[in-house]
């Protein structure tokens, strides 16, 4: 069935919503603090949507958030709401494909190689500890306290976690809030950062510009269903140039973030101009 939920009914969960609020810094900046209690300090603002692929013969990746900090630290934040039971290898791919991208040809020092936090957040337990959080880190079989200490880290959030004493109570207020971003369960939240954070979603539901970019993204998914992937991978890539475009990016900056040449990004800039005329 192609039913819509309406803008207001979206929770953090959902990929539109998530994707909207992480335009906004504060929203990343509060949900990483949260998560990993620290005082994250953004280099540049996020990316959202952000593609990378090794090659153009190689499988692209599309990251919900991308983001790092003063300390360059890279963060990687994924709302996943459905179990597809392939989220330990998907974070796998991610995580090569984001390091495959650290270092300029011919770097020899491999220590110059970012840290790399990769956080999926869903409403279920990947693993059936009932834990609100699993965190992993290469170590030794052979000596389980010896942590190869590479500098990649992956992160598993579970919305229905059982064991609050593992994790802050404002980690528990942020998850219930992810999956239901209501006002009635912010109510119910004594963090006053996601009392703040919600302040921010109410503005995106009540802006009628974001509904109709909503309006927009659901019939662009409706036309990937009937017009087959190839087709639909054009309809999305004209639709983050134009989103970009709205930020005031340039063509060459649009390029490098997409990974595309300049000239294919300003053709399809001219096709969308002309479609406005």
């Keep these: 069935m192609n039913q819509r939920k309406s803008l207001k009914e979206l929770n953090l969960l959902d990929r539109f919503l998530f994707d909207e609020a992480m335009e906004d810094?504060?929203?990343?900046?509060?949900?990483?603090?949260?998560?990993?209690?620290?005082?994250?300090?953004?280099?540049?603002?996020?990316?959202?949507?952000?593609?990378?692929?090794?090659?153009?013969?190689?499988?692209q990746i599309r990251l919900d958030v991308y983001a790092m900090d003063e300390d360059d630290v890279i963060y990687e934040i994924e709302?996943?709401?459905?179990?597809?039971?392939?989220?330990?290898?998907?974070?796998?791919?991610?995580?090569?494909?984001?390091?495959?991208?650290?270092?300029?040809?011919?770097?020899?020092?491999?220590?110059?190689?970012?840290?790399?936090?990769?956080?999926?957040?869903?409403?279920?337990?990947?693993?059936?500890?009932?834990?609100?959080?699993?965190?992993?880190?290469?170590?030794?079989?052979?000596?389980?306290?010896?942590?190869?200490?590479d500098g990649a880290t992956r992160i598993f959030l579970n919305t229905h976690g059982k064991h609050p004493e593992f994790v802050s109570p404002e980690l528990i207020e942020l998850l219930k809030y992810m999956e239901h971003s209501t006002e009635r369960i912010v109510k119910t939240c004594e963090s006053e950062r996601i009392q703040a954070m919600h302040k921010r979603i109410c503005q995106i539901k009540a802006s009628e510009k974001t509904e109709v970019k909503y309006m927009q993204a659901w019939e662009e998914r409706l036309m990937v269903k009937q017009e087959g992937i190839e087709e639909g991978e054009k309809i999305i890539l004209r639709s983050q140039i134009s989103k970009k475009l709205d930020k005031k990016y340039s063509a060459e900056q649009i390029a490098e973030m997409l990974e595309l040449d300049v000239a294919d990004v300003e053709k399809i800039i001219k096709e969308l101009q002309d479609k406005k005329e």
Excluded: W
């Design 25 to 59: 810094p504060e929203n990343v900046k509060t949900i990483l603090d949260i998560i990993l209690s620290q005082n994250t300090i953004l280099r540049h603002p996020p990316q959202t949507e952000k593609e990378q692929r090794t090659s153009t013969e190689n499988r």
């Design 79 to 149: 709302a996943q709401k459905e179990n597809t039971h392939n989220l330990p290898k998907r974070s796998r791919l991610y995580q090569g494909i984001i390091d495959s991208k650290l270092l300029p040809p011919g770097t020899i020092d491999f220590n110059l190689l970012n840290e790399v936090l990769i956080i999926m957040i869903t409403p279920f337990d990947l693993f059936g500890y009932d834990l609100y959080r699993y965190t992993f880190q290469m170590t030794c079989e052979e000596v389980p306290e010896l942590k190869l200490d």
